[in-house]
């Protein structure tokens, strides 16, 4: 089992990891707001389908399976499964000192985790993470599902409380129709950090402008020094 970032395609081989499963029952969404639709459409099959529906379902995607990744159904309802999550960071996030940096070719490597259907977007960034003793905030990664249709490609990013398995229940086992994709977050979502790490980048721009105004005074101060000498040279005294 390789620690790290690695193509599990180059190696040859999967690697699976269990997420912590918790089990609870959805709450009941309220109305969609518009462009949350297609989510809000999925929440709700999510929250009415039966037990036989969900027999069907799991059933129908078993047969369609071709990698042997099959999911399996227990005697409550909840089934178990596997996704795959590709990894695409644009730097090597920050891990225990004992496991140094990732490097940077980790990006675009794929690994498969083995879910409950109960298991959410929260929890599965967080194994992630912990899988590759990754130290910093899960709040700074985002889980996004990316959906093929008409030859066309869009990605959505999913909310921490949808449940992964889910979605790859209904959409199939073929991950060229959906597969999930874990980022970083966009740049200007500052939500995505700490309070101490919002403080400290406060601090550093405090430094900043305190460097620049310094520097500009000095500027305008040695402008000022050679207009008094030019003048002085203009208004000396024969």
């Known amino acids: 089992m390789s620690s790290g970032y690695s193509s599990l395609e180059e190696d040859s081989e999967d690697f699976f990891f269990t997420a912590r499963t918790s089990f609870f029952r959805r709450a009941p969404q309220g109305k969609p707001r518009a462009g949350q639709q ?31 990744l099959k999911m399996t159904l227990n005697s409550n309802g909840i089934y178990t499964g ?51 003793l990754v130290t910093e905030s899960p709040a700074k990664f985002a889980l996004y599902k990316r959906c093929h249709r008409e030859d066309q490609v869009y990605a959505c990013k999913l909310s921490d409380r949808e449940h992964p398995l889910y979605l790859r ?7 060229d129709t959906l597969s999930f994709v874990l980022r ?21 721009l405090d430094k900043e402008e305190d460097e620049q105004l310094q520097n500009l005074k000095r500027r305008y101060a040695a402008y000022r020094h050679k207009l008094e000498e030019a003048l002085s040279e203009v208004w000396k005294p024969d």
Not at 44 to 62: F, P
Not at 189 to 204: C, G
Request: glycine share 4%; aromatic share 6%.
């Open 38 to 68: 297609d989510v809000e459409k999925e929440k709700e099959t999510h929250n009415y389908l039966s037990k036989e529906e969900i027999k069907e379902k799991v059933h129908r995607y078993n047969l369609a399976v071709t990698d042997k």
């Open 82 to 132: 596997f996704i795959k999550v590709q990894m695409e960071l644009c730097r090597p996030p920050q891990t225990s000192p004992s496991l140094g940096k990732l490097p940077a070719s980790s990006s675009g490597c794929t690994n498969t985790l083995h879910i409950s259907s109960t298991n959410t977007v929260g929890e599965v960034i967080e194994a992630l993470l912990k899988k590759f």
């Open 169 to 175: 229940l209904v959409a199939g086992p073929r991950t």
């Open 184 to 204: 970083e977050h966009e740049i200007g979502e500052w939500e995505a950090f700490s309070l101490p790490e919002l403080q400290n980048f406060l601090r550093i």
